[in-house]
Every structure is written in C-alpha cells, then in structure tokens.
C-alpha cells in the first residue's frame, strides 16, 4: 500500500521504524488509525511498549510526560506514548531534559536567542490559559512557553516544534477579533491588519502563536515577546511558512527558526556534564542522524 506523504515524512518514518528495532530492540510494532481501518506502522510502538515510556528518550523525560498529563487537557496519550514520528513526544525529548537542568537551559537559550538569559521564570510544556475568555479567547496552545530573564528584561517566549507534521489548518480571522484589536494597543503594534499577509492562511498559526506570547508578556515596556520554531533541517516548508510570517512581523528579530539538529548542536556545545553529552547524542540519532539507517533505507528501496 502507498501512503500520500512527503519524501522528508517517508523517510523521518523509515528513520523511526529502524531506530525502533535496531536501537531500542523492540521487534514488533503498531498500528495508526484510517477511514478504512488500523494500518501497521513501523513507526508506531506496540501498546505495552508506548505505556512503559519507550518513546521517551529517558525515564525523567517520561515522568515529566507524565506529571504534564495529570495536569489536564493539553497532550495526546496515544500519540505522544506510541508515535515516534510524534512532534510532542520530540517536545518533551528536548525540552525534559533541559527543564531539569535550568543552567544548561540559560546556556543554551543564550545560544539560540543571542542574548544573555540567566534565569528562567516559568516553563509550561502544551501551555494555554487557564480560561481562554479571559486572554485572546481562541484557544491557542504553544508547545512551550517561557518566562526568561534576561540582559534586556523579563522576555516572554513561545516555541512552536515541528517535526514533520504541518503546521495546524485552523484558521481564524484575528484581524476582526476586537481582543487583538487591543493587544496591539496595549502592548506594541506587531502586526498590521491592513497589510494581506497578515490575513495569509499559512502563517495563520504562528500569527496566534506569537500574540499569545504578546499576551501574556509580563507588560508593556518587556522586550518584545519572541516566538521560535524548530523544524527538521530539510523541511523546507516551514522555512518557508517562517519566513513569510518574519514579513509581517514587527520587530523582525522577535521571529526566530532554528533546525532541531543546531538545536541539537547548542546542547551539545553547552553541555558540561557526561549525561548531558549522552542526552544531545541520543537526540541526533534519534532525530536527525539518517545515515544511520541509510544502507536499510535503500535495501528497501531496492526491494520496492
């Protein structure tokens, strides 16, 4: 059977299964659902395996999964327990460790943001207000977000991850939502309503992902509120979403994208410690080292 999917989606899911068998061990495999039925995935954990925490790449990164989960609404059990092509279980493998670590965190953050973070305030995985009625009023959730000190104030950032997924359809007409209306008088104007691309379907997402971020920056003289997207280094689509959203974005600079391999990188660069070198090593084979399964990958292109 042919699935209708990107060659990067092909090949991240290749990626999976081999990583599945060859480094975790795990034989045999499960199953993602279909108008016409469950359909065998190489890329999908068996049940009893999903619920010990295998698609974690540790046992602190599954208890943070864990603790999020009991907190509420937010994150997908079966997804995120069983999918290894899942962008919120690369969420928690990222960012688990790096909670647990605030120091290695504000290095890292430093890094990527290219400023001086020295403290982190809050970190909320699958974050999104308490009563939507009381914020922007649509319900939109950031993979992360983050209160960080810094050399410039108190910032309020928001991550947006992305494996190989796309970026989520919902598209709603903020511009007539009297709510934006007044984030913009009440905390800069960073958009322009009147401008089309602020109205593009594509960039839709990152536009509320952003003004979430606005929102709920601690007030109006803040650094201006950052949002970051990390994607696959060979997506290039979101590249593209991106940088069609940094054009209708003021200031630019608050718009930010990052592969997960320089992510991947950074960590390594910052890490001080042996376990945190392991975490950075895992995350590379497990996310973007493809030659690791690649005499695999093109066995089973010759077979096909």
Known sequence: MVFAESSLASRVRFHQAWYRAAVLRIESYGSS?????????????????????????????????LARRAQGWGVDPVRCTSFMTSSQTLTFNVFGPLLSNSAWFCRVLSTVLDM?????????????PARPSLALGDKTRLDLWMLLQTDIGTLSLAVEVKYVD??????LPVWTNTRYQRLLEEKGAYW??????????TINQLLRCHALSVFLSPSADAPPAHLLVLHHPDDQSAQKVVDEYVT????????????INTLFDVMLDCAETTDQRITAHLLFDR??????????????????
């Open 116 to 128: 001086d973070v020295h403290g982190i305030d809050r970190a909320e995985i699958e974050y999104a």
């Open 248 to 259: 209708a974005t003021k200031p630019h600079s608050s718009v930010l994208r990052t592969t």
């Open 166 to 171: 796309r970026f989520n359809s919902r598209y």
């Open 192 to 201: 322009d309503f009147t401008e089309p691309v602020t109205r593009s379907r």
């Open 287 to 304: 996310y973007v080292k493809h030659d690791l399964s690649e005499a695999s990958w093109q066995l089973s292109n010759t077979r096909q």
């Open 33 to 65: 659902p279909s108008p016409k039925g469950p359909i065998a995935r190489g890329s999908v954990l068996p049940v009893a395996d999903a619920q010990a925490g295998k698609n974690f790449i540790s046992k602190n990164v599954f208890d943070t999964y």
